[in-house]
């Protein structure tokens, strides 16, 4: 089954593959015509949409790619809610159940990590995992590499500040590891020792020889980034502990963004709280509703590869 499990998973051919077919997504995106040819890729397949945590980018973005593929959309908003979960169902039921219903691909959100590879494990339908609790976030993690590729032309050689709350934001985790693929990448994880960026991700950058470094230095750091890549407190996640990130100094303001270089990007995976003040967004270099939109194309080519693989 071509499950979307991890970022580990992919390669650096695989990724210029779906970026090409992101380019050519979006480019047939913008008229009616091209959009209804489109529309006849994948006619009489079906994706379900489970999700256990709330999100506005991931489900909307992968509902709107399969409808834009011709793929049937099922969805539930809020399983955590809503479906038999409450009653105790396992994922791995509701997996077996799903395999009964002759549909194709699901998308799930859950909030403990684990869970999509879980629903591998007994899957007879292509599983992506739609951000699994502090684990991973692989597809966020492909839009943001294409992210970068279109921004700076490159995916090496960069220095990238991973900002905020590391120990419980997946999408830094599974960024991380792409940004692995490629050489003479430089990761700054700027935080607070409370909130540092686990000790498997460390260990996976060492072995794949990207150099890295844990900070609480934010102008230092800033003043030489390619990338900064900052994200909001998972406070969701803070098992009542009142964790911050000491906001006074995570916060990407006038006074931060005059230390950053001219042709550096501005990224978050969204949604932002207080940590990207609204008035940042029309610095040029703010470049992350760019990224969310970003999300459909890429999204659509993933689609497409599962698809064309079932065919
Ligand atoms: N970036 C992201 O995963 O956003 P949502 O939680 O809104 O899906």
């Known amino acids: 089954m071509p499950h979307i499990l991890n970022a580990e998973q992919f390669d650096t051919e695989q990724l210029g593959q779906l970026f090409s077919q992101a380019d050519y997504f979006r480019d047939n995106d913008l008229d009616i015509t091209d959009r209804r040819e489109v529309m006849q890729s994948h006619v009489g397949r079906i994706m379900l949409s489970e999700f256990y945590e709330p999100s506005t980018r991931t489900r909307f973005s992968f509902e709107i790619a399969a409808t834009k593929l011709g793929i049937g959309v099922v969805s539930t908003e809020n399983g955590s809610v809503t479906s038999s979960a409450v009653k105790g169902e396992t994922i791995e039921d509701t997996m077996r159940v799903f395999n009964e219903y002759g549909v194709d691909a699901v998308v799930l959100r859950t909030k403990e990590d684990g869970y999509a590879v879980r629903a591998a494990s007994v899957s007879k339908i292509a599983v992506i995992n739609g951000g699994d609790g502090k684990g991973e976030h692989p597809t966020q993690a492909v839009l943001d590499m294409y992210t970068i590729q279109e921004q700076l032309n490159q995916l090496d050689g960069l220095n990238v500040v991973m900002g905020g709350d590391l120990a419980h934001g997946r999408t830094v985790r599974s960024l991380s590891k792409l940004l692995s693929l490629y050489p003479d990448n430089h990761i700054s994880f700027l935080s607070t020792p409370e909130l540092q960026i686990?000790?498997?991700?460390?260990?996976?950058?060492?072995?794949?020889?990207?150099?890295?470094?844990?900070?609480?230095?934010?102008?230092?750091?800033?003043?030489?980034?390619?990338?900064?890549?900052?994200?909001?407190?998972?406070?969701?996640?803070?098992?009542?502990?009142?964790?911050?990130?000491?906001?006074?100094?995570?916060?990407?303001?006038?006074?931060?963004?005059?230390?950053?270089?001219?042709?550096?990007?501005?990224?978050?995976?969204?949604?932002?709280?207080?940590?990207?003040?609204?008035?940042?967004?029309?610095?040029?270099?703010?470049?992350y509703f760019r990224q969310a939109g970003n999300g459909l194309y890429v999204r659509m080519a993933m689609l497409d590869r599962i698809m064309k693989k079932l065919d």
Not at 253 to 279: F, G, T, Y
């Open 198 to 287: 686990g000790e498997d991700i460390k260990l996976h950058l060492k072995k794949n020889g990207t150099s890295f470094e844990e900070t609480s230095d934010m102008y230092g750091v800033l003043s030489q980034a390619d990338v900064v890549y900052w994200t909001r407190l998972q406070l969701e996640r803070h098992s009542g502990k009142s964790l911050t990130m000491g906001q006074e100094h995570f916060i990407l303001d006038a006074k931060a963004l005059d230390v950053m270089p001219k042709d550096a990007i501005i990224m978050h995976p969204l949604p932002r709280i207080a940590e990207i003040p609204v008035s940042t967004d029309q610095d040029p270099r703010a470049k």
